[in-house]
């Protein structure tokens, strides 16, 4: 889990509307973005504030090696409000490398890793208030009831009493685990435990959700929903998420990126070639990022 990280400050920032007579000054409040306050745009996947000014994240020549060995190599990568990007790989590619390092948890050898235009190393409290981090192996508490952790992570998060038992009901709602909530997180079954894993992620609201294999323990129905969770995550904040599953990508992700012995080989719309493409890579071919 991320450090914790300082609030941004409010601006007050002032627009000018020209008419033929006088220029009128409109004065609006900047602050960082809530998940019931930003605006939609219909059917737009994407919020009405433009994503391309500053990305939400941003990866510049990203490296990481690990035991002598080059883990990740100069990764360029960018993710946009609204926007779900899926890291596709094969074992040992570099993909929960990569977002241990988007999550404040690993740092970089080389190369920057910004959220919403700050560097998340010279201001590792960033994580705690900008990112929800689920990884490939969730951090329960196992002798805890599910309620009870989820409180527990919330206030570890910063929230006030009340403000956690709300965040908590939202997402014992949202990843349909009202039935267990009393129930010891030892004796879940994986697919369980997992979804507690998400929603550990999602109660502070993030700006950005890291998302490590998220379907991993899931049946087919469980895999169903959580996809269902996933996109609408995207309607109002960012997702990045690796997985094996090319059906999950295909049905969740805006665009993938193919990671092979951590170098970008592809960055693209999962489109009908996705599968080929993968499966080319993997054998070794090159691909240029597009």
Known sequence: MGRPSPSTSHAETCDFIQSDANPRPV???????????????????????????IPLLALDAVSRSLAGRTVVRALTLSVAKGEVLGLLGVNGAGKSTALRMVSGVLAPDAGTVRLQGSDLYSEPELARRGIGYLPERAPLHTELNVTE??????????LAAKP???AVARELERCDLGEVQRRLIGQ?????????????????????VVLDEPASGLDPVQSVRM??????????????LSTHQLAEAQ????????????????LGVPDKDLEARFLRIAAGAQEAAA
Do not use: M, W
Request: hydrophobic content about 40%; glycine content about 6%; proline content about 5%.
């Open 227 to 240: 996809r269902e969770v996933v996109r609408a995550l995207r309607e109002q904040q960012g997702v990045i």
């Open 27 to 53: 004065s609006r409040a900047r602050r960082p973005a809530r998940l019931a306050d930003l605006p939609r745009s219909g059917n737009n996947r994407r919020p009405v504030t433009d994503p391309a000014a």
């Open 251 to 266: 049905a969740s992700c805006d665009r993938v990126a193919i990671l092979h012995q951590g170098e970008l080989r592809h």
């Open 149 to 158: 952790y989820l409180v527990f992570c919330a206030r570890l998060r910063g």
């Open 188 to 208: 879940l079954s994986k697919g369980f435990q997992q979804r507690v894993g998400l929603a550990q992620a999602l109660l502070h609201e993030p700006a950005l």
């Open 164 to 166: 956690a038992r709300a």
